[in-house]
């Protein structure tokens, strides 16, 4: 045992190790413009995919269901296998549009809906707060094993708030510090690498220890395993409908290593080089085949031990407890606590993004009163952190004592698993569109809430047992655990194959059925071209007279982006546009000039209040004088001009420029153009083909009908001379 003074030293310590590591590569790149950017540090970041739930519920999964646990990971590692296609046009995507989360990413795709961010959003916060509160049960839970107090049967009371208190200020310190979630590469990547790195070495120090200390290897474990019954350890089949919880789990791990909020922060967000992820697929999977490599032994070591079954969870600290050895055992909880810290820290971060981005700002703008407060946007997501953890907090209070808090491990990836059809099908499926992601994404939440959380809410007492057993509304197709009478599946399964069901279906239906408007046809097409590989341009060339006074527009550019940022930040994003664009130093800038800053401007708000608001923030923010109006419509003109080889007709008032309309309606009408263009091309070129098979056939006509004719010409022939032929024979017989 320790006392409770030395394991908040020993915590506090090792969190503000890891901030001085963080500090002093940011200081690195401050001062000589570099850091840690091999892709180690990224690979090993990418280990925040193992929290607690690994560390310790992986040996209690084992314990009672043998081998089934590794389902987890097995889908994780076939869909790593498939990043170089997926993960890779994620990251060409994010440098495209400065993604800042997948709820951005979902979005933007969908020609940057606030409704699809705000839904993925909600699912996110819903799904995941109770993931959330299963780490901090683990981190409270283990805290009192190896401490002298226990203020609670679950260890919760003042400990629990305490260290809920602890997460909140290092999420902040570590996350949101800044407002741009996009510039806390090397810093927070590095730290997290190292939290990686030691829950890795502690898990496989614990397991040396058990099976070289404990037993006399795995051999000896393997043989008291049989010996003493406990063979199900070992077990493919430990579980009821073991075939097909090992097809869900794979399923639910395929989608969570890429959907988790957090994986997508780490793998897509703070990916400096898509190269990395070369080296990421062949190390995360090791480091996956590392830290399971003990499992077993530790639940059969537990086992054997004599230790409850109920206490499996954390027979990964009870284990060197039992033994004696305090330094292990303390190792062991800086393992457990590192885990669980590592996925608190990304996942309240990258969530308080997210609400921050989609559901307050949008409020915001819709409040005039309240418009003053997006200056405060940095601070509102500090209080988001807090208010998320204290949630969690309160969520795991409410449900400690009940065994259902360990089933929302699984229940929080079904939930995630709700974004895969639009996010896989908006990179893939060029036909997608904002109503079928819409659609998929309201009709898998539902299924997911129906069959999973009102399940829980009437085991907790929170609802009548009536609505498990009659249905909802009475109806009995409506039972959450046997929708349509199939009561056989199980719990999680049968929410996967509803949700999926309906979730593909409504996106796949939504999307065949809804014409969307040229402006997201536009956007799709433009997304769709951003998920390959393109050489970066920094600035364009011009072409046009410099008349418009750049400090002007940069006064302009600097008052908007001030609503959301600090006064130094903007300025400093403002001077590195001007330098990219070889503007610099210069009074006077040309309209094309104009365009391609507001172009970059509109990029640097995207990485703070995400791609769907800056895009509205710009088209409401800038403005543009008679003049400059002109020489759009007049740059407009010249292009239409160019494209389709004749001047704009004074009747095509669908794709002339209204007065006032801002930049981006006029390339959006262009681009619609191009497409319309390009649409008679493709016309003129299947009448083409039509034209050319009936000249075909006319040829081949013309050519039967010139054999018919050789024919007859040659039986006329012969027929006159055997006509000949016959007159003369006449002939000589007459005169005879």
């Not at 094309?592 to 608001?613: C, D, N, T």
Request: charged residues 15%; proline residues 3%; contains cysteine.
């Amino acid at each position: 045992m320790f006392s409770s003074l030395t394991v908040i030293l020993t915590i506090t310590l090792y969190m503000a190790a890891l901030f001085g590591i963080a500090q002093l590569v940011e200081r690195r790149i401050e001062n000589r413009g570099e850091g840690f950017k091999g892709p180690w540090i990224y690979a090993l970041s990418l280990a925040v995919y193992h929290t607690s739930w690994t560390f310790y519920g992986s040996v209690g999964f084992a314990a009672s269901s043998g081998l089934l646990f590794l389902g987890v990971y097995v889908g994780a590692i076939i869909g790593i296998a498939f990043w170089w296609f997926t993960l890779r046009r994620m990251v060409f995507a994010k440098e495209a549009f400065r993604i800042t989360s997948i709820a951005d990413f979902i979005s933007t795709r969908y020609n940057r809906s606030q409704n699809i961010a705000a839904l993925v959003t909600i699912i996110a916060l819903l799904g995941l707060i109770p993931y959330i509160a299963l780490q901090l049960k683990a981190v409270v839970s283990s805290f009192q094993l190896i401490t002298d107090h226990e203020s609670s049967s679950m260890g919760w009371g003042f400990s629990g708030l305490f260290i809920t208190l602890f997460m909140i200020v290092f999420t902040i310190m570590f996350g949101v510090r800044r407002l741009d979630p996009t510039e806390r590469h090397q810093g927070m990547m590095t730290a997290l690498a190292v939290e990686c790195v030691v829950k890795l070495i502690a898990f496989i120090a614990i397991g040396l220890f058990v099976s070289f200390s404990l037993f006399d290897g795995f051999d000896d474990i393997t043989n008291r395993i049989f010996d003493q019954g406990f063979e199900r350890v070992v077990s493919l089949s430990g579980a009821d409908n073991a075939g097909l919880m090992w097809l869900t789990l794979i399923v639910l791990s395929f989608a969570a290593v890429q959907n988790l909020p957090r994986q997508f922060h780490v793998a897509v967000v703070e990916n400096a080089n898509h190269q990395h992820i070369k080296t990421a697929m062949w190390l995360f999977p090791l480091y996956m085949i590392l830290i399971n490599l003990f499992v077993v032994p530790i639940a059969a070591g537990g086992l054997l031990m004599g230790l409850p079954e109920s206490s499996a969870d954390f027979f990964v600290i009870l284990l060197p407890q039992l033994a004696g050895n305090n330094g292990l055992t303390l190792l062991a909880f800086i393992g457990g606590f590192s885990a669980a810290t590592g996925m608190v820290i990304i996942t309240t971060m990258t969530l308080s993004t997210m609400a921050s981005n989609h559901l307050v700002l949008p409020l915001l703008e819709r409040i005039p009163s309240c418009s003053g407060l997006r200056s405060y946007l940095l601070q509102i997501r500090w209080v988001l952190v807090a208010l998320i953890l204290l949630g969690s907090y309160g969520f795991a209070i409410e449900f400690s004592d009940s065994h259902i808090l360990v089933a929302f491990g699984l229940i929080s990836f079904v939930a995630i698993l709700q974004f895969t059809p639009a996010l896989f099908g908006g990179i893939f499926w060029s036909k997608g569109n904002s109503m079928g992601a819409f659609a998929g994404l309201l009709a898998g939440f539902i299924l997911w809430w129906i069959t999973l959380i009102i399940p829980t809410f009437v085991k907790h007492g929170w609802m009548a047992q009536t609505i498990l057993d009659q249905g909802l509304f009475g109806l009995e197709i409506l039972r959450p655990q046997g929708l349509m009478g199939m009561d056989d599946l199980g719990g999680i399964p049968h929410s996967v194959f509803w949700t999926m069901l309906f979730n593909i279906g409504f996106y796949i239906l939504g999307s065949l059925l809804y014409s969307p408007h040229k402006a997201e046809r536009t956007h799709s097409t433009e997304f769709m071209c951003a998920l390959t590989p393109a050489p970066s341009k920094k600035a364009r060339p011009t072409g046009l007279d410099r008349y418009i006074a750049l400090d002007d527009k940069l006064n302009e550019a600097q008052s908007l982006l001030e609503g959301y940022i600090n006064r130094d930040k903007a300025a400093e994003a403002l001077q590195r546009i001007t330098e990219d664009l070889q503007v610099a130093g210069k009074s006077h800038i040309a309209i094309i000039e104009l365009l391609e800053f507001h172009r970059m401007v509109e990029h640097v708000l995207a990485g703070s209040i995400g791609s769907a608001s800056a895009h509205k923030a710009m088209e409401t923010g800038i403005r543009y004088n008679s003049r400059e109006e002109s020489d759009l419509k007049a740059l407009y003109s010249h292009l239409m001009t160019e494209l389709n080889q004749q001047r704009i007709p004074e009747h095509d008032e669908q794709h002339r420029p209204e007065p006032g309309s801002s930049s981006y309606g006029l390339i959006n009408n262009l681009q619609a153009k191009i497409q319309k263009l390009e649409q008679t091309i493709q016309l003129r070129d299947k009448q083409l083909e039509q034209l050319e098979i009936k000249l075909e056939s006319r040829y081949q006509e013309i050519f039967r009908y010139r054999l018919e004719t050789q024919k007859i010409r040659q039986e006329n022939e012969t027929l006159k001379q055997k006509l000949e032929q016959s007159l003369q024979i006449d002939t000589q017989s007459q005169d005879q």
